[in-house]
Nanobody, 122 residues
Framework: QVQLVESGGGLVQAGASLTLSCAAS????????MAWFRQAPGKEREFVAR????????YYADSVKGRFTISRDNAKNTVYLKMNSLKAEDTDVYFC???????????????WGQGTQVTVSS
């Protein structure tokens, strides 16, 4: 198990950038695939991006490809989501997730953070 705490959400204008952080507990952080999801009220949670334990492999949802970048710093047990060219439709609660499985981290990860709100005004 790993505990995850997100930060960095807020209110920004359309076209702006924002970087989310997710701090993880534990000494085996680099063995976990990490992912970001987002969820709007009344909608299903949506996969955004994931990164391998070493950081050498990333994968993005089509809706954010080219605008969002996932990265990690294993020395700091932290994963980041850099969001550029934000749109009103990016307004959601963003969740960090972790799993040992590359497939499961994109679908039903075993570990979740509490979420951080991102609001983009148009």
């Amino acid at each position: 198990q790993v505990q995850l705490v997100e930060s960095g959400g807020g209110l920004v204008q359309a076209g702006a950038s924002l970087t989310l952080s997710c701090a993880a507990s534990g000494r085996t952080f680099d063995t976990y695939y990490m992912a970001w999801f987002r969820q709007a009220p009344g909608k299903e949670r949506e996969f955004v991006a994931r990164i391998s334990g070493s950081g050498g492999s990333t994968y993005y949802a089509d809706s954010v490809k080219g605008r969002f970048t996932i990265s990690r710093d294993n020395a700091k047990n932290t994963v980041y989501l850099k969001m550029n060219s934000l749109k009103a439709e990016d307004t959601d609660v963003y969740f960090c997730a972790a799993d040992a499985s590359a497939l499961r981290v994109r679908t039903t990860p075993n570990n979740w953070g509490q979420g951080t709100q991102v609001t983009v005004s148009s």
